[in-house]
């Protein structure tokens, strides 16, 4: 099904977009500490952008299997900063966070976007907050927690679960008065799942699409990919996040999440000249 919006968040559908991702933390799993300086973060960022990337996603707080969460001032303190100078510069910026005051301190800096792993079920302001300010938002399909999530990867099937799951958190978003051509859905791989269900979610994206919005796919580096090609390091899986994110794009997928956007947009730009060859 294709989603009720050619556009989200000013941004043309037609053809996949590139987020790129900012972590503004010590903590990360594949990044963590080489941007958490705000002017090395900012930095990265105008690299990220002049690689290609059209949104760039930052986030204040490590959300990997086991991570400590921060305070909201210091996670405030991380990214608006960061937001402030890049959104100036015409970045179009997502804010990666579970926190409504955070979400507000990040759209007043100059955000465009929310992205909620929690879906905006974490905060019980976030919803009001989002519906509110009348932005796009990012619901992600997680269980538990970080420091949980990894003892809730049962599932009858793991493609219709989630779609379902995924499906309530947009309903929960609609009610609360967010429009439906600001919501973007994100499956959450390697958040509450096992390598084997990550994979069938990656072969599962046309039943996700068929929820009628646009499909955000983040797989970039994540420990899934690394298991395919023998348990190799997150610095070492781009290639094989390459590979997964344009299989995403040939099943639908409208956006990809990734750190290596350099690679990311020229996977992306000889996948599109080829195809539209085969398509004369």
């Keep these: 099904m294709r989603p009720q919006t050619q556009f989200w968040a000013g941004l043309p559908l037609t053809r996949p977009l590139v987020m790129g991702i900012l972590n503004v933390t010590p903590d990360s799993f594949s990044d963590g500490g080489q941007h958490f300086d705000a002017q090395a973060?900012?930095?990265?960022?105008?690299?990220?952008?002049?690689?290609?990337?059209?949104?760039?996603?930052?986030?204040?707080?490590?959300?990997?299997?086991?991570?400590?969460?921060v305070t909201v001032a210091e996670e405030i303190a991380r990214v608006v900063p960061v937001i402030a100078a890049l959104a100036e510069e015409g970045a179009v910026i997502s804010v990666d966070t579970r926190n409504a005051a955070t979400m507000a301190s990040a759209l007043d800096a100059g955000a465009r976007i929310i992205n909620d792993i929690s879906g905006l079920a974490f905060d019980p302001a976030a919803r009001a907050l989002a519906a509110a300010r009348g932005?796009?938002?990012?619901?992600?399909?997680?269980?538990?927690?970080?420091?949980?999530?990894?003892?809730?990867?049962?599932?009858?099937?793991?493609?219709?679960?989630?779609?379902?799951?995924?499906?309530?958190?947009?309903d929960e978003a609609l009610a609360a008065g967010i429009a439906?051509?600001?919501?973007?859905?994100?499956?959450?791989?390697?958040?509450a799942k096992t390598a084997r269900q990550n994979i069938e979610l990656m072969r599962g994206i046309p039943a996700l699409l068929a929820l009628g919005q646009p499909l955000l796919v983040g797989v970039s580096r994540k420990r899934f990919i690394g298991q395919m090609v023998g348990g190799v390091s997150p610095a070492e899986r781009d290639a094989g996040s390459h590979a997964a994110g344009l299989y995403a794009c040939a099943q639908g997928a409208h956006i990809i999440r990734v750190h290596d956007v350099a690679g990311a947009s020229q996977g992306l730009r000889v996948w599109q000249e080829l195809s539209k060859r085969e398509n004369g």
């Design 41 to 69: 973060a900012i930095a990265a960022g105008q690299r990220l952008r002049e690689a290609g990337a059209d949104i760039l996603d930052i986030g204040g707080e490590s959300t990997r299997p086991g991570s400590a969460a």
């Design 135 to 170: 932005c796009p938002v990012v619901l992600m399909h997680m269980r538990g927690t970080p420091q949980t999530m990894d003892e809730f990867c049962a599932y009858d099937d793991v493609v219709a679960d989630v779609a379902r799951e995924l499906a309530l958190r947009r």
């Design 180 to 191: 439906p051509e600001h919501i973007c859905l994100d499956p959450g791989y390697g958040f």
